[in-house]
């Protein structure tokens, strides 16, 4: 399975990782022998087979509706890159 | 040429529970930024999210109110994107196993016909966090708390035909999720978000024509506008030629005009996948019973048993029961009177759909905040029901009442001296002195001019500071009068 | 030498006052900074907070805690309050973590001595131990060989002696392989045993915590304390931890008298070097002459493991690493210009390679019109997979099998061919995927490297696995061994 330079170039704006051509080619090879490996899933026999989505057919736990008092702010807000009057700033986004 | 109107509505209905639908923090509204965000709702390294049980029980409730189908499993999928307000770049949704499906709501037209839209779905999804574009210069800030709020996203089948649907249905459902006590139904805050899906084909095709998502629509008012700009527009679009571009729009309600947002490049590729942090939600036939057990009376039950019980017409029936706070005032109004309920139904109506209601709209209030209880209207109703006092006096007892000048009816009433005088004797005092006093208009009655006697009326009020009771006033002196 | 004491003892002698909590302390670390700087395996030290929680420990902090005074490390993948927790990458380099996962909290509520956090694989994506930011971990029995990945660095750790015991993740082998590679005793409890609650995700319904020790018995001590249900983890199972402690204790020299033991014949078909195999076909002689009953067994599903773990590890890493965008925490790029650069920049210079490998390859199998012939694919093989085990297991108790095809390579051997990495993991990523508790047990040497055999039982048996190695470990020394160097 070969992906060209152009699939390689949308999946990494899906991603939003950053790769200058250089790079973009080099994936491309590396990404295609990976999807190599992976195409033999085809050839397997899956007829009425469900899906797993994890190893324990369990059903979900639900907690009660209990609300818990938020007093990490600060301790939250040390470790951003950047932050004023308790909000997360990024370059401004225009809508 | 002809056109049809289509619309469908996507309504956001924000989950009134005390923690949010997968972390624990609280989910009031109006708090410092960022300090109803927890690990979880900030999308920490490691952190996992844990289903709030409450947000089950009131998705169960809304389906079997708009009698749709309950899904015994449904599944919480991931919905990727990159946006800062949503911190983990995906949203946990539901995609293919929603948990409400094949509902409707039944809608009644201006003409009074009844119409059923259909729901598609309904799904539980969490909310995004803010965007603050102005605070900042060439920045925007982010505040998490709404991260994490659980919302019913209610998808409509594309059944509206005219903006006055979409706003009978828009306003249904507000009441709905509000009698169901899942929804506090602010529009202001954000709690009840409605988007447009709006399309126009010729009349009698069968296909439907390109539609666009309005948004950002916080009244019902802005609603029918933005509908109804939106259809204008299109038409004209097609009209001259053109097509319609798939696309989102904001409703500008100062120009009241829809504008395209900045276009969304591609369409989203959201890449859905079961989301493998959470297990399937099992719901089985007991905890659906028990839903139902718990569910209130519905509007259009209560109406029907309101224009039964309580004698009241359709009209009216249906503004009462608007919101349930609304309709458990006024019946616990008619129990405080007393009596027959049949009988002061109507009454109970008028005075509060009339007096309290503009009392209430002069002091920005509602009715849950009113100062007059349902007891103490109830109260005044029953003492000019049993004549203590004229409905005229009522209404002044009714604005002493609303200022808390006094605890009851019947305090104020004996307070200020207020009670009806209906003896007989009493009256006929009064009756005789203004015969006495008013010979003029005396002889005018008897030449013929029968109405002066409203006159002699106002006199007769005015020597008993408005307490005789007018009827048995006019009565005695239309009979004194005829016998001279 | 104390560092060649059981974890039993170890504990026993803190209790009794007979060794203090500071000299077990001071010991490790002296040892830590005689050999670290050559094998790399720790990404920060905590040296100065682990002899202020020595001494309040001698002072009576922990008493009656299982594991008072136990010097551990644990993987940089957990995160710990107040001290960087890097996941092995640069986007993390500067994430000092602002809450304990409730791994960290259970260890250090039992009495243990953090001493640092260990080097990994970027992620947790990789078998060598070669993708972290901080350089790669030197193997200790041979310096230029690989320690196996990815939780090299507690791998490492323990083999050379340097703590008694590290916590690590396993998410299709990533604390068995490395065990096997560097000499020590591993164990991957089954899915839903240990809360990943504080365990940075990469592959959520795969990803599992566990420890590294010299031996079954130690390693039974460290899963005492770590195991058990957490309400903040929706996977995790609401179970009760049996006594593995007290059940090792009990065991008679019996113990694998009539257990039916599998060797799945697709593990010991081509690709398994023959000096491996020896070794492993040893271990097996030793099993059967204690008395267990040797079955072949066929797993038919197992040449679909890699491109089916191939498929869903990448699609779930995609979409959990898509939280890594430079606004809360970790790496944020020079004066982004706009949010989109932002966004770019940050990823494109915050991962390595090979994490953005397979965050591409998950979102491209993700994407709209591959979801079915890849994910969806995926899943349902993962069944089938999971299926071949639930069959094997009707009819034996435990499988044994080897871990890895051929002992440790050298470094920078396979770093060329990312899928030539991927195919080696072919012994580990079944039990992955069905979610099953496994074990890697030291079995012996191939030119001075090491070889371990792995042992897999049904869901929840982690005392059976603990029971079968311990009971190896009764009559092998192979467990004990040091690398030279090391002693």
């Known amino acids: 399975m070969s992906l060209t330079a152009d699939q390689v170039r949308n999946v990494a704006r899906l991603a939003r990782l950053g790769l200058d051509d250089d790079q973009i080619a080099e994936y491309a090879g590396e990404l295609s022998n990976i999807l190599d490996v992976v195409a033999s899933l085809e050839k397997a026999d899956t007829t009425d087979v469900e899906p797993m989505a994890h190893p324990l057919d369990l059903a979900a736990r639900l907690r009660a509706d209990r609300a818990v008092p938020v007093t990490d702010r600060d301790d939250f807000q040390a470790i951003a890159p950047a932050t004023a009057e308790g909000v997360y700033l990024v370059p401004k986004v225009i809508e | 040429m002809a056109w049809e109107t289509v619309i469908g509505l996507e309504v956001h209905i924000q989950l009134a529970t005390q923690s949010k639908i997968f972390s624990t923090a609280p989910t009031a509204y109006g708090a410092e930024p960022n300090t109803q965000a927890s690990a979880v709702d900030i999308a920490l390294p490691g952190v996992l999210p844990v289903i709030n049980a409450n947000v089950i029980r009131m998705a169960t409730l809304f389906g079997l109110a708009i009698d749709a189908d309950i899904a015994p499993t449904s599944v919480f999928a991931r919905k990727h994107y990159f946006y800062p307000d949503l911190p983990k770049?995906?949203?946990?949704?539901?995609?293919?196993?929603?948990?409400?499906?094949?509902?409707?709501?039944?809608?009644?037209?201006?003409?009074?016909?009844?119409?059923?839209?259909?729901?598609?779905?309904?799904?539980?999804?969490?909310?995004?966090?803010?965007?603050?574009?102005?605070?900042?210069?060439?920045?925007?800030?982010i505040d998490l708390n709404r991260a994490g709020t659980p919302l019913v996203e209610c998808v409509s089948e594309p059944d509206m035909r005219s903006a006055a649907e979409a706003v009978a249905y828009a306003r249904k459902l507000h009441a709905l999720v509000q009698y169901l006590g899942i929804c506090d139904g602010n529009m202001q805050e954000g709690s009840f978000r409605v988007?447009?899906?709006?399309?126009?084909?010729?009349?009698?095709?069968?296909?439907?024509?390109?539609?666009?998502?309005?948004?950002?629509?916080?009244?019902?008012?802005?609603?029918?506008?933005?509908?109804?700009?939106?259809?204008?527009?299109?038409?004209?679009?097609?009209?001259?030629?053109?097509?319609?571009?798939?696309?989102?729009?904001?409703?500008?309600?100062?120009?009241?005009?829809?504008?395209?947002?900045?276009?969304?490049?591609?369409?989203?590729?959201?890449?859905?996948?079961?989301?493998?942090?959470?297990?399937?939600?099992?719901?089985?036939?007991?905890?659906?019973?028990?839903?139902?057990?718990?569910?209130?009376?519905?509007?259009?039950?209560?109406?029907?048993?309101?224009?039964?019980?309580?004698?009241?017409?359709?009209?009216?029936?249906?503004?009462?029961?608007?919101?349930?706070?609304?309709?458990?005032?006024?019946?616990?109004?008619?129990?405080?009177?007393?009596?027959?309920?049949?009988?002061?139904?109507?009454?109970?109506?008028?005075?509060?759909?009339?007096?309290?209601?503009?009392?209430?709209?002069?002091?920005?209030?509602?009715?849950?905040?009113?100062?007059?209880?349902?007891?103490?209207?109830?109260?005044?109703?029953?003492?000019?029901?049993?004549?203590?006092?004229?409905?005229?006096?009522?209404?002044?007892?009714?604005?002493?009442?609303?200022?808390?000048?006094?605890?009851?009816?019947?305090?104020?009433?004996?307070?200020?001296?207020?009670?009806?005088?209906?003896?007989?004797?009493?009256?006929?005092?009064?009756?005789?002195?203004?015969?006495?006093?008013?010979?003029?208009?005396?002889?005018?009655?008897?030449?013929?001019?029968?109405?002066?006697?409203?006159?002699?009326?106002?006199?007769?009020?005015?020597?008993?500071?408005?307490?005789?009771?007018?009827?048995?006033?006019?009565?005695?002196?239309?009979?004194?009068?005829?016998?001279? | 030498?104390?560092?060649?004491?059981?974890?039993?003892?170890?504990?026993?002698?803190?209790?009794?006052?007979?060794?203090?909590?500071?000299?077990?302390?001071?010991?490790?670390?002296?040892?830590?900074?005689?050999?670290?700087?050559?094998?790399?395996?720790?990404?920060?030290?905590?040296?100065?907070?682990?002899?202020?929680?020595?001494?309040?420990?001698?002072?009576?902090?922990?008493?009656?805690?299982?594991?008072?005074?136990?010097?551990?490390?644990?993987?940089?993948?957990?995160?710990?309050?107040?001290?960087?927790?890097?996941?092995?990458?640069?986007?993390?380099?500067?994430?000092?973590?602002?809450?304990?996962?409730?791994?960290?909290?259970?260890?250090?509520?039992?009495?243990?001595?953090?001493?640092?956090?260990?080097?990994?694989?970027?992620?947790?994506?990789?078998?060598?131990?070669?993708?972290?930011?901080?350089?790669?971990?030197?193997?200790?029995?041979?310096?230029?060989?690989?320690?196996?990945?990815?939780?090299?660095?507690?791998?490492?750790?323990?083999?050379?002696?340097?703590?008694?015991?590290?916590?690590?993740?396993?998410?299709?082998?990533?604390?068995?392989?490395?065990?096997?590679?560097?000499?020590?005793?591993?164990?991957?409890?089954?899915?839903?045993?240990?809360?990943?609650?504080?365990?940075?995700?990469?592959?959520?319904s795969l990803d599992q915590g566990g420890c590294f020790a010299r031996s079954a018995d130690d390693c039974a001590h460290v899963l005492q304390a770590m195991a058990g249900f957490d309400e903040r983890d929706s996977t995790c199972v609401e179970r009760e931890v049996p006594d593995y402690v007290g059940a090792l204790d009990a065991q008679g020299d019996d113990y694998l008298k009539g257990m039916r033991v599998g060797l799945p014949k697709e593990y010991f078909a081509e690709g398994l070097d023959d000096a491996s195999r020896q070794v492993i076909d040893a271990a097996i002689a030793e099993f059967e002459a204690r008395g267990a009953e040797i079955v072949e067994i066929t797993l038919p599903h197992t040449e679909l493991a890699v491109s089916t773990y191939y498929v869903l590890a990448p699609a779930e890493a995609s979409s959990n690493l898509a939280r890594f965008d430079g606004v809360r925490y970790g790496y944020r790029c020079e004066n982004p210009v706009d949010l989109e650069d932002l966004y770019t920049r940050s990823r494109g210079e915050g991962f390595g390679r090979e994490v953005q490998r397979r965050i591409m390859v998950g979102a491209y199998v993700l994407s709209a019109g591959y979801y079915d012939a890849y994910y969806l694919k995926a899943q349902k093989t993962r069944r089938l997979i999971a299926q071949d085990f639930t069959n094997a297991f009707e009819n034996v108790d435990l499988i044994a099998a080897p871990v890895t095809q051929a002992p440790a390579f050298k470094l920078g051997e396979k770093l060329d061919d990312p899928v030539s990495m991927y195919l080696n993991d072919v012994y580990t990523l079944p039990a992955s995927l069905a979610g099953l508790p496994g074990m890697s047990v030291p079995a012996g040497f191939v030119d001075g490297l090491p070889v371990g055999l792995q042992l897999l039982a049904p869901w929840f048996e982690e005392a059976r696995l603990l029971g079968a190695a311990h009971a190896y470990q009764q009559t092998t020394d192979w467990h004990t061994k040091r690398p030279a160097g090391f002693e």
Request: proline share 4%.
């Open chain 2, 89 to 141: 770049g995906y949203q946990i949704s539901q995609f293919e196993l929603p948990i409400v499906a094949n509902g409707h709501l039944d809608i009644v037209l201006g003409d009074g016909a009844e119409k059923r839209v259909g729901i598609t779905r309904a799904h539980l999804e969490e909310d995004a966090g803010k965007s603050l574009h102005e605070a900042f210069d060439r920045e925007t800030g």
């Open chain 2, 195 to 484: 988007d447009a899906n709006v399309s126009v084909r010729p009349v009698g095709s069968s296909e439907f024509g390109t539609r666009t998502e309005t948004k950002n629509v916080n009244s019902f008012r802005f609603l029918e506008k933005a509908i109804e700009f939106e259809v204008e527009r299109q038409i004209d679009v097609l009209e001259s030629g053109g097509t319609v571009v798939q696309e989102t729009r904001l409703y500008d309600p100062d120009a009241d005009e829809t504008r395209s947002m900045r276009s969304k490049e591609e369409a989203h590729d959201y890449r859905y996948f079961p989301d493998p942090d959470l297990l399937p939600v099992v719901i089985d036939e007991a905890f659906v019973e028990s839903a139902r057990a718990d569910l209130p009376e519905l509007p259009d039950a209560k109406r029907e048993r309101f224009v039964a019980a309580y004698g009241v017409g359709t009209e009216d029936a249906v503004a009462l029961t608007q919101s349930r706070v609304l309709a458990d005032y006024f019946e616990a109004t008619v129990a405080a009177v007393g009596g027959d309920a049949k009988t002061h139904g109507k009454p109970a109506a008028n005075w509060i759909m009339g007096d309290l209601s503009g009392a209430l709209n002069r002091d920005g209030l509602t009715i849950a905040d009113s100062p007059v209880s349902a007891a103490q209207l109830g109260g005044l109703i029953a003492r000019v029901a049993d004549n203590t006092i004229s409905g005229k006096i009522g209404k002044d007892v009714f604005e002493a009442l609303f200022k808390g000048e006094g605890e009851s009816a019947d305090a104020i009433i004996e307070d200020r001296g207020l009670k009806q005088i209906t003896d007989t004797g009493a009256i006929e005092g009064f009756v005789d002195q203004v015969i006495a006093d008013n010979p003029d208009q005396v002889q005018q009655y008897l030449d013929g001019k029968t109405k002066i006697v409203g006159f002699l009326v106002g006199q007769v009020m005015k020597a008993s500071k408005g307490k005789a009771n007018p009827k048995e006033v006019n009565q005695m002196l239309v009979a004194k009068l005829d016998a001279l």
């Open chain 3, 1 to 204: 030498m104390s560092h060649d004491r059981s974890i039993r003892d170890m504990v026993a002698a803190v209790a009794a006052g007979k060794t203090s909590a500071a000299e077990l302390t001071t010991h490790y670390l002296d040892r830590i900074a005689a050999h670290d700087e050559t094998l790399n395996t720790l990404i920060s030290g905590c040296a100065d907070t682990a002899r202020e929680r020595a001494v309040a420990i001698d002072a009576g902090a922990a008493a009656d805690t299982p594991l008072a005074g136990l010097p551990i490390a644990h993987k940089d993948i957990f995160c710990m309050r107040g001290t960087r927790t890097s996941c092995g990458s640069r986007m993390l380099d500067n994430f000092v973590a602002p809450y304990d996962a409730t791994v960290v909290e259970r260890l250090a509520a039992a009495g243990t001595v953090t001493l640092g956090k260990t080097n990994m694989d970027e992620f947790a994506m990789g078998s060598s131990n070669e993708t972290s930011f901080y350089g790669p971990v030197r193997n200790p029995w041979n310096t230029d060989y690989v320690p196996g990945g990815s939780s090299g660095g507690s791998a490492a750790a323990v083999a050379a002696g340097l703590v008694p015991a590290a916590t690590g993740t396993d998410t299709g082998g990533s604390i068995r392989q490395p065990a096997a590679l560097c000499g020590v005793t591993g164990i991957k409890p089954t899915y839903g045993r240990v809360s990943r609650y504080g365990m940075i995700a990469f592959a959520s």
